[in-house]
């Protein structure tokens, strides 16, 4: 695709731009007088994907090819840079559903330039029911570096991303050993002192994972887990803004507590995320009732049984919820968490061509994606 130029507005101040893609990468970035209602933004960037239209890297019969599918569907909604999420689960499960995605990169150059790296989301999280969240409780374990090694040996090194809660002893130390192999370590579904959570930030860890979500509906006024996030200006924190895991004002709350740029988007789909409406047997959760709204519960019943709404659909709400302008969320989709993404997610000289065009209306609805250069996904397609 040398050579090729894409108009859009940018998002930023509204003037038509072109863009010359040339050998998969940015080669400039010119303002120019002609009119399109198409936007150009960097591709999206999501760090938890359990799964997407029916493709689940969970689930118990995952093959490389159920990752090379996930990664199309993916790249059909903007999303040009993911992390498969890996939860809680026999380690044998997890090294095999690891080895699956390190064949699916192997094999499938889409899937190797999408995936940077794999999440292990567990299995060293809180035990404690509704700090758990949907994880199993008797798979849920003390933090292992001769497991996490076992894992790199799987998948080639990719674990690139590990959410643990740092109740556990020793945590600092496995923390430490991790980033010290340049893993990103995230606190999430955690009971932590804030003791504990500022020794594991003091340890390296700088991500929180699912602000607000993973923890009961009733904790301590103070101390808790989430204020002890919050303050710690090191953790940037990822939110679920799909208006269903976290209330507006919430949302809009947390961001201005963690700043702008220390502000994340994630999605934390499972595999029932565009789908049609209806009720379904889910691997976690059994009964699940998908909503034409995309909340995903248990049947009959209001309580959330996992993410419904991908990223693409969370960036109008996340606008209306924070007051944010269009601007300022995408940079929580893109730039922000390409931050732990070797540096992706911005439209600029020289940076690989990782592009959406899109029509803004209150929402997002994709036209056309680059990937590296390459285009990959049309409206008319």
């Known amino acids: 695709m040398s050579g090729t130029p894409i108009l859009g507005r940018d998002p930023g101040t509204g003037q038509c731009i072109r863009v010359l893609i040339e050998d998969g990468t940015i080669a400039s970035i010119e303002e120019c007088e002609q009119t399109t209602d198409l936007w150009i933004s960097a591709g999206l960037i999501d760090l938890q994907v359990n799964g997407y239209a029916g493709f689940d890297v969970n689930g118990e019969d995952v093959i490389p090819n159920t990752v090379i599918d996930l990664v199309q569907a993916m790249l059909a909604t903007g999303v040009t840079c993911f992390a498969p999420t890996i939860i809680t689960a026999p380690e044998a499960t997890i090294l095999r559903n690891l080895r699956a995605i390190a064949d699916a990169r192997k094999r499938d150059s889409r899937s190797a330039a999408c995936i940077p790296f794999i999440h292990v989301e567990g299995p060293h999280i809180s035990p404690v029911d509704g700090y758990r969240g949907a994880h199993s409780r008797e798979f849920v374990r003390p933090p292992s570096l001769a ?50 959570i500022q020794n594991a930030v003091d340890a390296g860890a700088r991500l929180s994972t699912h602000l607000g979500n993973g923890i009961p509906q009733q904790i301590a006024r103070h101390p808790n887990p989430i204020w002890s996030q919050l303050a710690d200006d090191r953790l940037s924190a990822s939110f679920i803004a799909d208006s269903h895991h976290l209330p507006a004002e919430t949302l809009k709350a947390m961001v201005h507590a963690k700043g702008l740029e220390r502000s994340l988007l994630v999605s934390d789909t499972v595999a029932l995320a565009g789908m049609p409406p209806g009720i379904y047997t889910a691997p976690i959760g059994g009964r699940v009732e998908l909503s034409p709204s995309g909340r995903l519960s248990m049947e009959g019943t209001t309580t959330l049984a996992g993410a419904a709404i991908p990223l693409v659909h969370c960036i109008g709400k996340a606008v209306r919820m924070t007051g944010r302008s269009l601007s300022e969320v995408l940079s929580m989709a893109t730039a922000n968490p390409g931050r732990f993404a070797c540096g992706r997610g911005l439209l600029q000289e020289g940076v690989r061509a990782d592009l959406i065009c899109f029509r803004w209306t209150g929402e997002i609805a994709i036209h056309d994606v680059w990937l590296a250069g390459e285009l990959v996904h049309q409206e008319s397609a």
């Open 147 to 196: 497991e996490f090694e076992r894992w790199q040996a799987a998948s080639g090194g990719l674990v690139g991303l590990v959410t643990l809660s740092p109740h556990f002893d020793r945590s600092d130390e496995y923390i430490s050993a991790l980033v010290s192999r340049g893993v990103h370590v995230a606190i999430g579904h955690t009971h932590a002192s804030p003791e504990q």
